[in-house]
């Protein structure tokens, strides 16, 4: 009870002497908070170190965390991944001399994180026992080894090469540990390791530990703290504190009692100036030198907690654990600002709108609730008396000023009041009087050098008065009689003369007492309004707008320009809520982002927001003041008051370190970090690269600024504002490197940064590659020249080619007019000798003669199947064969073939077959005309090879569609030698015997394959000697399901006889030959009929055959007699031959279809060409006949004129 009472009494004192001598504004430590909402894993820190590069290490409740002043990386525990953190749990993290991270999860003994901060190695009782324990409670590096302790495990000693030793306690030896259960362990100046344990103190001699009694009652106490600083060893114990000095005396501080159990000490660190900060198992303190401890409120809510571990960085920071909340952070310069609020601090206003310097020290502060009460320069609060809060009569103060007498005036919307010292008031209202105010609200007022009141009312003028009796000397309404424009006023200030300045709407205004009114100040023009003003000294004056600080200077005959401080320099387009400038003639701006410094000397701005420990940084306008002393005070939004030491030291410049964080590469949509630690090279399949720099400067990180240059890249430095990243995307194959810079908030620059690596080309780009692309483009030109030379060689090949092509198309074209105009020659002259010897083997001969004349008629036979043959030849090869595609009936077809063959072969003493397969088709689509040409020519060759036996026509579907006609005979055979040479032009079987033996040209099979060939088709040999042969005709004829309308049919015989006559041989050679008569008896006898021939033979062999069957014949040569005999005389019919001198056959056939005749008209030409019959049929010929004509023919073609 004693120690209680004392450390009572002992606060007490603290707490009323807390004001350090020669401070200018209240210490009041106020931490700035990094919470769960910022990245922490948790809201519990259990331990925290820096490494050496500047990162903060956070052990907590819920991971391990690195914080770099913006974000925070996190390691958790993973099932699925035995390298991951062992346990979440975290209560220890130590960072050795070799920059390893030690950390030791509750129950999960101990882990250390490699060097790329991926993977960790762990150590537990179960696979290390020599650890001692799974709880690990202190760690530290001594002599190259690392030291652990913890709960039951004694200490062990973990050396370098990973060899572990163990320490334990033995109460039969005194040279052991008093206790097994370690709590701390610490190295002191003199570089001695020390442990504490539950039982007391020891320290490691080099073999072994030596318990180290302490003075006083309890020499072994629980030792639940161990610091080494300033030359001392620092132990907080169950008992209170105690330090060993460098001489290895103990004693205690005077206040070493208010931290016994359980108010132990957990941890301490040195301050600044002999201060000492200690933090225990309740609260937060700081010992200011020579005084007792003093609680410092941490932000924490709810029961008081204990507060942890404490680190201290290079620049004076402290970096302390807030349970509940997180991590708290103390900048160095932390009693430059002291703020107060309603809750904490005993203000009685929810907003100040007034504040005013008070001559007693500290300042008046005027609420919106008429709420007056004046702030010392020791922080305490003293109100006025009730009477003087009735006066006030509930309303908003707007303006406040202490006149040199100590009267206080306050500036309301109605009412100015006036209050003394010794509580008289004064008031005056807008009642119209002599001195009454003016209506509008009391916006400004000031105090005039020459000791009268300045003051604005808002839109309603300005008054001057006298302070002492309150009369109104002088009132300037608005508008421009008097220069005050619209009176809209922000700022006043009274220059070296006394006159008044006022800046506002109409920029800034000067009150000129000869002129008797405001003027506009020479040399100060801009535009824009002046949210404020301010005098440094009688040769400089201050203003702001939205573009920011204008600085301008006396001149002869006016003010200059000196300078226009903007967003570039540091200060933001704001409007500005007050200016005020300190005795070092820095320009202090409040905004509602927050207090901005300009400095003119050091050319540098700096802000003073939430990352300074405001709790607000939106200052009311007009209430920014200066004290006489130099301390800025302000109102701030949140019903607070910030006290700012204009005249304190800032932070000594330091240089942080700057660290290329992270440096990753775009691969399949997702970024994959790079190595720092080894060399950097982008494949070529890389498209993007992103760097992450960071400055660990932790005082405002967010106003860390960043510049990169990437030489051969980039022309400037490129800056990047507060974000330390940048992206490249597309870089071209080389090597590279990257330069970056950064300063701090306050200008502070880190040492630049380079940064190397390549981007690879792709394998095309290699040196390999381009060499083999050399190679390559040799090999190309020399192939190129070969390739040009066989380019040109082929080239004449084709023109050579090409001039065969030609010349053969023409000797082709040649070709096919000769045989063209040899089969029109000859058909003509084969007219006469065919129908002269028709027509002399129809009169009456004797034996020999009608011999002789039957075999001239044979031999012009033949003679014309050699002409047709070469003409179907030759328009075979020229590709003008036409074939029809006409449905016909193929039964029928096979009937005409075998009735007109029948006979022949039957006369020859053979037997004649025909077999037709039940299953053969009827309808098939096909050229009729050059199927029968084909068997016609197959029967007749069987016909006249074959002396004895019989002869086969059989039909049969085809397996794969279409129909065989087969034509077998009896014959002497072929042999294999003789059946390749079959289908040759002008080649039979026996060579000059055949043909001497039996006829024929040799083109007959010829013509068969390749008309055959042209329906797609094929003809196949069977045949061996002595056995025959048989001819296959396969033919691809569609077979028609459907009955067409008129399925196509030979529509008389007689040209098929004609056919089957020049195909197959007669009986014997002494046979004559078949009359027309003969053949046919039907047909029209008597008619009148019109020929018109040029050639007299032609034309006798013509009449001869017709008057055989009974008609007249008028003969004309030329088509103008033809004209002339029709029109003379009647005839039933008209023969024309196509090629007459002068009008040709088409031409007068057009001419007798247009006088009138109606008569059939017949042609009779010999042309061979295939186009000859329809240009006949299309000149109006009804029936169309080809040279060499026999009688039958043209019985037949008159008996079908119409």
């Known amino acids: 009870m004693r120690h209680i009472m004392a450390w009572l009494l002992l606060v007490t004192c603290g707490l009323l002497l807390a004001p350090a001598a020669g401070a200018r504004v209240p210490e009041i430590p106020r931490l700035r908070h990094i919470d769960v909402a910022a990245g922490l894993p948790s809201s519990t820190v259990k331990s925290l170190k820096f490494d050496a590069d500047g990162f903060l290490w956070l052990a907590t409740t819920d991971g391990l965390a690195r914080y770099d002043g913006v974000g925070m990386q996190v390691w958790r525990h993973d099932p699925t991944d035995p390298t991951s953190l062992s346990a979440n749990f975290v209560t220890l993290v130590h960072v050795d001399p070799q920059g390893r991270i030690w950390v030791a999860p509750e129950g999960h003994g101990l882990s250390v994180l490699d060097s790329a901060h991926e993977q960790f190695r762990h150590f537990r009782v179960a696979t290390h026992p020599e650890i001692g324990s799974d709880d690990i409670w202190a760690l530290v590096s001594h002599e190259g080894a690392l030291w652990m302790g913890g709960y039951g495990g004694g200490v062990s000693r973990m050396a370098a090469d990973g060899t572990i030793s163990r320490f334990t306690a033995s109460d039969q030896n005194p040279r052991s540990l008093p206790s097994d259960i370690i709590l701390s362990l610490a190295v002191d100046g003199q570089g001695t390791l020390w442990a504490g344990s539950t039982k007391?103190?020891?320290?490691?001699?080099?073999?072994?530990?030596?318990?180290?009694?302490?003075?006083?009652?309890q020499p072994t106490p629980m030792i639940y703290s161990l610091a080494a600083f300033d030359g001392r060893l620092w132990v907080g114990t169950s008992v209170g504190v105690f330090r060993l000095a460098a001489d290895g005396g103990w004693d205690q501080p005077e206040w070493s009692a208010m931290f016994e159990q359980p108010n132990a000490v957990l941890s301490m660190l040195p301050g600044e100036d002999g201060e000492l900060w200690i933090s225990s198992q309740r609260q937060l303190w700081r010992v200011a030198d020579g005084q007792v401890p003093v609680p410092v409120p941490v932000g924490a809510k709810g029961p008081a907690i204990a507060i942890g571990e404490m680190v201290k960085q290079d620049t004076g920071a402290i970096w302390i654990p807030v349970p509940g909340v997180g991590l708290g952070y103390l900048p160095v310069d932390w009693r430059r600002i002291a703020q107060f609020s309603r809750d904490h601090d005993g203000l009685s206003a929810d907003l100040y709108s007034a504040i005013a310097p008070a001559r007693e020290g500290g300042v008046w502060l005027g609420g919106m609730r008429a709420e007056l009460e004046r702030l010392d320069r020791d922080g305490n609060v003293i109100p006025v008396k009730p009477a003087i809060f009735e006066a006030l009569e509930g309303m908003s103060s707007y303006a406040l000023r202490e006149d040199p007498a100590g009267r206080l005036w306050v500036g309301q919307r109605r009412q100015l009041v006036r209050i003394d010292l010794h509580g008289g008031i004064a008031r005056w209202g807008q009642d119209g009087s002599r001195d009454a105010t003016l209506p509008g609200p009391l916006t400004l007022m000031e105090l005039a050098p020459d000791g009268t009141l300045w003051m604005s009312f808002a839109g309603a003028g300005v008054q001057q008065r006298e302070p002492a009796s309150g009369r109104v000397l002088r009132t300037v309404p608005p508008g421009p009689e008097?220069?005050?424009?619209?009176g809209d006023h922000h700022a006043m200030a009274f220059d070296a003369g006394g006159a008044p300045w006022f800046g506002g709407a109409d920029g800034v205004l000067r009150w000129s007492a000869e002129a008797g009114r405001f003027e506009p100040v020479p040399g100060i023009v801009g535009e824009g309004r002046v949210f404020a003003l301010g005098f440094d000294g009688a040769n400089d004056v201050w203003l702001q707008r939205l573009s920011g600080l204008e600085h301008y200077r006396r001149a002869d005959d006016g003010w200059t320009q000196v300078a226009t401080i903007g967003a570039r320099q540091g200060i933001p387009a704001v409007e500005g809520a007050g200016l005020q400038i300190d005795r070092l003639g820095r320009v202090w701006l409040?905004?509602?982002?927050?207090?901005?410094?300009?400095d003119p000397e050091a050319g540098k701005s700096r802000h003073f927001g939430l990352f300074d420990g405001l709790r607000s940084q939106e200052f009311v306008n007009r209430t920014l003041m200066q004290t006489h002393d130099g301390v800025m005070v302000s109102a701030q939004a949140d019903g607070g008051v910030v006290m700012v030491d204009s005249l304190a030291a800032d932070p000594t410049p330091i240089r942080s370190p700057l660290h290329w964080d992270r440096f990753e590469v775009r691969r399949d949509g997702r970024w994959l970090p790079m190595d720092l630690l080894g060399p950097l090279a982008l494949a070529p399949g890389d498209r993007e690269m992103r760097v992450q720099l960071r400055l660990l400067a932790y005082d405002k990180p967010k106003a860390n600024a960043y510049v990169t240059m990437l030489e051969g890249y980039d022309h400037a430095w490129v800056d990047h504002g507060a974000e330390g990243e940048r992206i490249f995307a597309g870089l071209a194959p080389g090597k590279y490197t990257l330069r970056a810079r950064a300063h701090d908030a306050v200008g502070n620059e880190a040492a630049e940064q380079v940064l190397h690596f390549d981007v690879l080309p792709p394998w095309w780009q290699t040196g390999a590659a381009r060499l083999a692309l050399v190679c390559l483009l040799l090999l190309m030109g020399w192939w190129t020249v070969l390739e040009s030379r066989r380019r040109i060689e082929r080239g004449q090949a084709w023109k050579r080619a090409e001039h065969e092509r030609e010349v053969a198309h023409e000797a082709s074209l040649a070709k096919t007019r000769f045989l063209a105009t040899l089969g029109h020659e000859v058909r003509t002259p084969m007219t006469g000798v065919l129908g002269m010897s028709e027509l002399l083997l129809g009169t009456q001969l004797n034996t020999r003669q009608r011999s002789y004349a039957t075999s001239i008629h044979r031999a012009g036979e033949h003679l014309l199947r050699l002409v047709n043959d070469a003409l179907d030849l030759a328009r075979i090869e020229s590709g003008k064969l036409e074939l029809a595609a006409e449905v016909f009936d193929l039964h029928a077809l096979m009937d005409e073939l075998a009735e007109m063959s029948a006979p022949l072969v039957e006369a020859r003493g053979l037997t004649f077959v025909v077999d037709r397969d039940p299953a053969t088709p009827r309808l098939v689509r096909g050229d009729a005309i050059r199927v029968r040409q084909i068997l016609l020519n197959l029967l007749g060759n069987a016909a006249k090879f074959t002396e004895r036996g019989s002869i086969r026509l059989a039909v049969a579907p085809a397996d794969a569609g279409g129909v065989v006609l087969c034509v077998s005979d009896t014959g002497p055979g072929l042999n294999a030698e003789q059946v390749s040479r079959l289908f040759r032009r002008f080649e039979q079987a026996d060579g000059l015997r055949t043909a001497a033996r039996y006829g024929g040209s040799g083109l007959g099979l010829a013509i068969c394959q390749e008309l055959a060939a042209a329906m797609g088709g094929t003809i196949e040999v069977t045949s061996a000697p002595g056995e025959g042969a048989s001819f296959a005709v396969r033919l691809p004829l569609e077979i028609v399901a459907d009955h067409p309308p008129h399925p196509r049919v030979i529509p008389s015989r007689e040209p098929l006889r004609a056919l089957a006559d020049s195909s197959l041989p007669t009986s014997s050679p002494g046979k004559t030959a078949p009359s027309?008569?003969?053949?046919?008896?039907?047909?029209?006898?008597?008619?009148?009929?019109?020929?018109?021939?040029?050639?007299?033979?032609?034309?006798?062999?013509?009449?001869?055959l017709l008057h055989g069957q009974g008609h007249a014949v008028v003969h004309a040569g030329h088509g103008l007699a033809a004209l002339a005999e029709s029109s003379m005389t009647r005839f039933d019919a008209a023969l024309l031959d196509l090629d007459l001198p002068g009008l040709d056959g088409l031409s007068l056939a057009r001419q007798l279809r247009a006088q009138g005749f109606t008569q059939p008209l017949i042609a009779v030409t010999a042309r061979a060409d295939t186009d000859a019959e329809p240009h006949a049929l299309a000149a109006g010929f009804d029936r169309f006949l080809r040279k060499p004509v026999t009688g039958a023919m043209l019985r037949e073609a008159l008996a079908a004129a119409p």
Not at 482 to 486: E, P
Not at 590 to 598: A, K
Not at 1076 to 1098: N, R, T, Y
């Open 1076 to 1104: 027309s008569a003969d053949l046919d008896p039907a047909g029209k006898a008597g008619l009148s009929l019109l020929l018109v021939e040029d050639d007299p033979i032609v034309a006798d062999v013509i009449i001869g």
């Open 590 to 598: 409040s905004t509602p982002r927050g207090l901005y410094r300009w």
């Open 482 to 486: 008097h220069g005050l424009g619209m």
């Open 200 to 217: 007391g103190l020891a320290r490691w001699t080099g073999t072994d530990f030596e318990r180290v009694a302490l003075p006083g009652a």
